[in-house]
């Protein structure tokens, strides 16, 4: 074995036991011989980057009073030279408060990457990055309070077709981006919100029915087409039957472009 894999081994055998020992059963004494006394830590804002051992020292006997069965499970483990990179899972269940959120017993899990650099065998600093995003989500703190998340692509079709067979045009019109594209049969290309305010104008005097009935809807990603059947009676009492379909693609939560394509006969 070359001196090199030897010191490569021995650096990755130290990063294991950080996990294994330190991390996972608690034995923060054993920092002493595997960490560098101004240890420096370079974390994400979640978890902040405490500077000195001692501060790890306490930050781990901390972290296991408010998390149970704190377990992080290696997966890879890659070394060059002094430096160590390492992926892995860990988990726990939250018995205290954590970033405001109260204790639920309830089980944590989330993925993380880290890289160590070691000097004489010992560990000198520390670059990691965590799914900070899945542990706010399991702890309830996102999407934050008071701020719900977009509704997803099915719902906003779900809320087109009710705010159309209800009548309901002002709900309507606030689904779609106030720079909305669309191309439409009669209308053609339209650019803007404007235009669709004229039409939701014009639909309320010219219709005493005005009905949509999805056939068919398919949504893959933030795209989605249906096949409709549209029910309807102007209001000079002509009746009408058509069937058409809607292409839209959606952004934030609104609906950015639509196509709209149906028989144009009944409307001569």
Known sequence: MST?????????????????????????????????????????????????????????????????DLNVRLEDMIASGDMVGVRGTM??????????AAPTGNELSWKGIAMFKLKDGKIVSRWFNSDSLSIMTQLGLY???????????KEIIDRYYAAVNSGDWDTWLTLFDDKLVMDEQLM??????????DVAAGIKTGFKKFLMHPKHVVVEGNEAMVAWNFEAETADGKQLDIDGANFFRFANGK?????NYHDTKPFD
């Open 143 to 153: 999407p934050p309070p008071g701020k719900e998340a977009p509704p997803s692509p």
């Open 255 to 259: 609906i950015v472009y639509m196509q």
């Open 91 to 100: 988990s726990c269940k939250l018995v205290g408060p954590l970033a405001g």
């Open 4 to 68: 090199t894999t030897s010191v490569e081994e021995r650096n990755k055998q130290v990063v294991r036991n950080f996990y294994e020992e330190v991390m996972n059963k608690g034995r923060v004494e054993l920092l002493d011989e595997i960490m560098e006394e101004e240890f420096d830590d370079h974390g994400e804002a979640f978890f902040g980057s405490p500077h000195g051992r001692s501060i790890i020292r306490g930050g781990i006997q901390g972290v296991h009073s408010i998390l149970q």
């Open 188 to 197: 053609g290309h339209v650019d803007g919100i404007g235009p669709l305010r």
